[in-house]
């Protein structure tokens, strides 16, 4: 399947089966904001609850915050959101749209990649087993003229954007030809800075003073809230502060269903070191994360790191853990080694010291910090990637069948397991309804009764649903249901008594916190 059609389909399918509904459609929506529906909120919960227990509960050194959305606004002065949290944006004056600047730039990147990309697979059909890649990119004039524009332009952009040089980017965009995608001319305006805060204001005097913002990001919540945790949990280095919750941006550009959005959620670790030590930590928790993505169980090719071309100016070392979603491979995760700068700033702009005494070293100083911060709406997105399926299915009398199958790991799946009785009538429904008052406390259950018993598989299928059981006259004699299993369609006969065990092994949680353990 060609990887836009992918896109449009998740959309479409989130919508039809209860996912994700775009906010406010009853008036046309909002652009870049979503609502998650019945699905969509246990799929959202689960995922929080691997992030939040892998942090917060495999780690002794670890605790979970949960700070306001509301911050005082020096807050925001202090950490450079202010002053600095801005997107270079362009307008074509054709079609009248705006882009990021620097987006523009690393799509064009990205394509000629893809060129470079595209001579190698041939080269590996062509030479099989027997290909060398590193010396076929040293030889093949194609590869190296490719590479060579890549680099010229990367050294220009990381320039341009670490001088904030927005002439010198709208040059690269002009050099490049790069076209607006709608209008297909050349006809740019200015580079200008845009901030990307969301505003509002505190109490009824509208005057400048009551100005505040919606977070950007959680982690300030964290840094501000860091010496309340250290003192109040006695938190001796090295220890982290966790928190999962809402952040705003005004994008520019907000496309890609979930992936951009102007609401979202992240889930974000500051982790307190020794200065010096940041780097070794730095290594620990690229390494620690990218386990966390691989205990799903997909495929690991789908995942990489990527260093970042510009280091901000308060960090020594900055990576995402880059996922390749049906547009590409994107930014997922981000983890940054954020020296002292965050601390330093609120030390100064507060007046209160934000050390920490160190009893092994007799020393006071100001804490290094190490951030894994992670979308919540990206993972969520990168799981219905992996996890949509079309199949074609043989049956019995030779002819073949369609369906759509989520492969959610099925400690995320958001129901569990399906309740069904073959009809409406001669007692099923009732042992259907006694055996879901059973299992309800132990796992997210679902009864459903209308339709054929093919449809309401494919309707378990396409939501993901990992085991359903279907009570028949057979179980009013003999206390024995078929379970079904969504991802092989077998079917076995077992006794009522053994769904609970059965389900609540396969689903719980502990399996994937022991995978990354
Ligand atoms: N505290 C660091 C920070 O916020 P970031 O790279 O700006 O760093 C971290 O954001 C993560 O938040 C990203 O890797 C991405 O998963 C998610 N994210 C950022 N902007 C987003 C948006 N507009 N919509 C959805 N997710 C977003």
Not at 113 to 127: G, L, S, T, Y
């Amino acid at each position: 399947m060609a990887q836009e059609d992918l896109l449009k389909k998740i959309i479409a399918h989130s919508k039809e089966y209860g996912f994700i509904f775009q906010s406010s459609e009853i008036y046309d929506g909002l652009s870049a904001v979503y609502d998650y529906g019945q699905y969509g909120a246990e799929l959202k919960n689960n995922i929080k609850k691997y992030w939040w227990d892998s942090m917060v509960r495999l780690h002794e050194n670890i605790v979970g915050i949960d700070s306001a959305i509301f911050m005082h606004p020096t807050v925001w002065k202090a950490s450079g959101h202010v002053g600095a949290f801005n997107d270079p944006l362009i307008d074509n004056k054709d079609s009248k749209k705006r882009y990021r600047a620097d987006v523009l730039i690393e799509e064009h990147l990205a394509k000629i990649e893809a060129k470079i990309d595209k001579e190698i697979e041939k080269a590996v059909e062509k030479f099989g087993a027997s290909f060398d890649e590193p010396q076929f990119r040293a030889t093949n004039q194609r590869v190296i003229a490719n590479q060579e524009k890549i680099d010229v332009i990367k050294k220009r952009f990381v320039a341009a954007l670490e001088a904030d040089n927005l002439v010198e980017i709208k040059n690269i965009i002009e050099d490049c030809e790069i076209v607006c995608p709608i209008s297909g001319s050349k006809n740019w305006t200015d580079v200008r800075q845009f901030n990307l805060m969301f505003e509002t204001k505190l109490g009824s005097v509208t005057d400048e003073a009551n100005i505040i913002y919606l977070r950007p990001e959680t982690a300030q919540g964290i840094f501000v809230n860091y010496l309340n945790v250290q003192k109040s949990g006695r938190m001796k280095i090295p220890f982290g502060i966790a928190q999962i919750g809402k952040a705003f941006r005004n994008e520019i550009v907000a496309r890609q269903f979930i992936f951009r959005m102007r609401e979202f959620e992240q889930m974000e670790m500051q982790f307190f070191v020794r200065p010096g030590e940041e780097l070794k930590w730095f290594e620990l928790w690229k390494a620690t994360r990218l386990k966390w993505h691989n205990g799903l169980g997909f495929d690991p090719k789908k995942y990489r790191f990527h260093n970042h071309d510009k280091l901000a100016h308060y960090a020594n070392a900055a990576v995402d853990i880059e996922f390749e979603f049906p547009m590409g491979f994107k930014e997922l995760e981000g983890i940054h080694s954020r020296t002292d700068f965050d601390l330093s700033q609120h030390q100064k702009f507060s007046g209160k010291k934000m050390q920490y005494f160190d009893p092994e070293l007799n020393e006071n100083y100001v804490p290094f910090v190490i951030e894994t911060s992670i979308g919540l709406d990206r993972m969520f997105l990168s799981i219905l990637s992996n996890a949509y399926d079309e199949e074609t299915i043989k049956q019995e009398d030779g002819k073949t069948d369609q369906r759509i199958v989520l492969r959610i790991p099925p400690e995320l799946a958001p129901v569990k397991l399906a309740i069904l009785p073959l009809m409406k009538k001669d007692g099923l429904p009732e042992k259907a309804t006694q055996i879901l008052d059973e299992l309800k406390y132990e796992v997210n259950c679902i009864y459903e009764e209308k339709d054929s018993i093919g449809k309401r598989y494919r309707r378990q299928d396409a939501i993901g649903t990992p085991y359903c059981i279907t009570v028949d006259h057979e179980t009013l004699e003999n206390n024995t249901v078929t379970l079904r299993n969504r991802d092989t369609m077998e079917q076995e006969r077992i006794p009522v008594e053994k769904v609970k065990q059965i389900v609540v092994e396969k689903t719980s949680m502990t399996n994937l916190l022991k995978k990354v353990n």
